[in-house]
């Protein structure tokens, strides 16, 4: 009877590792594309504010009377340079967190997988444990 028990509660405990590492991955995979999508929108944030803060050099150059060559061209050069890369850094470790994410979850599904697998044989140990043993020479 104990060793039926065990079998049962061998398999349930498989199954409900192997759930909760399923809702853990379907999580992170969802956190991924959050951060991916947040990342998206930071490096618009910077392009927005990349634009307003040429067009206002710009103006401020235009203002003064100078003319928007030689050192004043290659200070907004730079700026923008600057801005973009920084736009393109939020979309590159925003696509690095998913990819992170997107790892650990398929090593949760995996280790839930892995843990109904060793429920199973659990519970089949647990079993074959109830089957008596043949006599010897017979």
Do not use: C, H
Request: no cysteine; net charge positive.
């Amino acid at each position: 009877m104990s060793a039926g028990l065990d079998a049962v509660g061998s398999l349930f405990q498989g199954i409900s590792q192997n759930k909760l590492a399923r809702r853990q991955s379907t999580l992170l995979q969802r956190d991924g594309k959050e951060a991916q999508a947040l990342g998206a929108i930071q490096s618009d944030l910077i392009r927005q504010d990349q634009a307003r803060a040429i067009g206002d050099a710009v103006a401020n150059q235009g203002a003064s009377g100078f003319t928007l060559d030689g050192g004043a061209l290659a200070v907004i050069r730079d700026m923008a340079q600057q801005f973009d890369f920084q736009a393109r850094t939020a979309r590159y470790e925003a696509q690095r967190t998913r990819d992170r994410l997107n790892n650990e979850a398929a090593t949760a599904r995996y280790q839930g997988r892995q843990a109904l697998i060793k429920g199973g044989f659990d519970a089949a140990g647990s079993i074959a444990s109830m089957v008596p043993a043949p006599a010897p020479g017979g």
